[in-house]
T-cell receptor, first 114, second 111 residues
Framework: DAKTTQPPSMDCAEGRAANLPCNHS???????VYWYRQIHSQGPQYIIH???NNETNEMASLIITEDRKSSTLILPHATLRDTAVYYC???????????????FGQGTTLQVKP | DADVTQTPRNRITKTGKRIMLECSQT?????MYWYRQDPGLGLRLIYY???????NKGEISDGYSVSRQAQAKFSLSLESAIPNQTALYFC??????????FGPGTRLLVL
């Protein structure tokens, strides 16, 4: 599975959009980009995932570049509760035979400030 | 009620003791996983199971064993606990989109 690179930390003002970048330059055509977050020692929480099209759900938007070598997670209106470690993970999808083995890196610690 | 539950939430044990961490899920998923997390690090996979008859080792299975008693239950055992197994342990399940749903974690301290 492709390796990802994220900045170790970022700050964001409450109410502003938080844009978290991720580089995955070795991603292959059948690998998806997943984002999870972990709020202080709680279980990681799924946010969003995508293959090549931009995706949006009630939590966030995912923007994937046309060459798929990088992506950005956007939290449109960050709140203090969004302070967490955000993990960008690339996972090959094999369908029913996939191992689903997430490889967690160091992630980005997002601090939302009042 | 939470979809993925873990018991106990906190446990202190002594070196050499056998302990079991339990995980239950109500999501009806076939796949279940056990991870450990050490301070400041990401999660590492210990064992995973695709169904009750399928158990697979992850990247750090030494010193651990698992039991898949039913679709909904997946237990992790430390046969003889040692201090470097002190960590935060997470159970997870996966749906067909590979989205993983994590339990709240078990904080284990081995003295």
């Amino acid at each position: 599975d492709a390796k990802t690179t994220q900045p170790p930390s970022m700050d964001c003002a409450e109410g502003r959009a938080a844009n978290l970048p991720c580089n995955h330059s070795t991603i292959s055509g059948n690998e998806y980009v997943y984002w999870y977050r972990q709020i202080h020692s709680q279980g990681p929480q799924y946010i969003i995932h995508g293959l090549k099209n931009n995706e949006t759900n009630e939590m966030a938007s995912l923007i994937i570049t046309e060459d798929r070598k990088s992506s950005t997670l956007i939290l449109p209106h960050a709140t203090l509760r969004d302070t967490a470690v955000y993990y960008c993970i690339v996972l090959r999808y094999y369908g029913s035979s996939n191992t689903g083995k997430l490889i967690f890196g160091q992630g980005t610690t997002l601090q939302v400030k009042p | 009620d939470a979809d993925v539950t873990q018991t106990p939430r906190n446990r202190i044990t002594k070196t050499g003791k056998r302990i079991m961490l339990e995980c239950s899920q109500t999501k009806g998923h076939d796949r279940m996983y056990w991870y450990r997390q050490d301070p400041g690090l990401g999660l590492r996979l210990i064992y995973y199971s695709f169904d009750v008859k399928d158990i697979n080792k992850g990247e750090i299975s030494d010193g651990y064993s698992v039991s898949r008693q039913a679709q909904a239950k997946f237990s992790l055992s430390l046969e003889s606990a040692i201090p470097n197994q002190t960590a935060l342990y997470f159970c997870a399940t996966t749906d067909r989109t590979e989205t993983q749903y994590f339990g709240p974690g078990t904080r284990l301290l081995v003295l």
